[in-house]
């Protein structure tokens, strides 16, 4: 079964930086695209970033450009998201997403940007 | 950067059938955009219900299908249940870079 757990959202001043981590189990995750998808209240889902299988290629939407690096550990199974900068707007449920058969959604983290 | 739209809302009778279709302003929709459909009910992450124009995962009912249509995605409804009363959000890939629609609110009733 395809699981994805996301961890390290919270509160963080504007200006502030996070670390997302992304846990992924039950499927080959070397394999896969990986995305970062967030979703702020109220709002629908908006992609954030993806990298391909082996880090090679790598592609941001233009709002988090210069702020955020998403990275991948193959070994770890596990996917990343350095955000820098941050911004009220950047405030959202951030999930990640595989592609493909391993396209399963986890329940997210909270990113609360606040002074 | 391109833009997906979706119908705002659809409403279905129960037992109906809908098509919520998934278009690209920079023109038809192919093979090469993977698009992709969730869906999603309030308080509940999105889930994935149709990956590369039409493929299924384990957990996607049989009354869902993935098409092309009319040089749009489509997503088909077929014998509509009240528990798919839901939003619907589909995405398109452009070189890499990942677009989502607006959705589609679907009411059944």
């Known amino acids: 079964e395809v699981q994805l757990a996301e961890s390290g959202g919270g509160l963080v001043q504007p200006g502030g930086s996070l670390r997302l981590s992304c846990l992924a189990s039950?499927?080959?995750?070397?394999?896969?695209?990986m995305s970062w998808v967030r979703q702020a209240p109220g709002k629908g889902p908006e992609w954030v970033a993806n990298?391909?299988?082996?880090?090679?290629?790598?592609h941001y939407v233009d709002s988090v450009k210069g702020r955020f690096t998403i990275s991948r550990d193959n070994a770890k199974n596990s996917l990343y998201l350095h955000m820098n900068s941050l911004r009220a707007e950047d405030t959202a449920v951030y999930y990640c997403?595989?592609?493909?058969?391993?396209?399963?959604w986890g329940q997210g983290t909270l990113v609360t940007v606040s002074p | 950067q391109a833009v997906v739209t979706q119908e705002p809302s659809l409403t279905v009778s129960p037992g109906g059938t809908v098509t919520l279709t998934c278009g690209s302003s920079?023109?038809?929709?192919?093979?090469?955009?993977?698009p992709y459909w969730f869906q999603q009910k309030p308080g509940q992450a999105p889930r994935t219900l149709i990956y590369?124009?039409?493929n299924k995962h384990s957990w996607t009912p049989a009354r869902f299908s993935g098409s092309l249509l009319g040089g749009k995605a489509a997503l088909t409804l077929s014998g509509a249940q009240s528990e798919d009363e839901a939003e619907y959000y589909c995405?398109?890939?452009?070189?890499?870079?990942?677009?989502f629609g607006g959705g589609t609110k679907l009411t059944v009733l």
């Open positions: 920079t023109g038809a929709v192919t093979s090469g955009h993977y």
């Open positions: 590369d124009i039409s």
């Open positions: 039950g499927f080959t995750f070397s394999t896969y695209w």
């Open positions: 995405h398109l890939v452009y070189s890499g870079v990942v677009v």
């Open positions: 990298i391909k299988e082996d880090g090679s290629e790598i």
């Open positions: 997403l595989g592609s493909g058969s391993s396209s399963a």
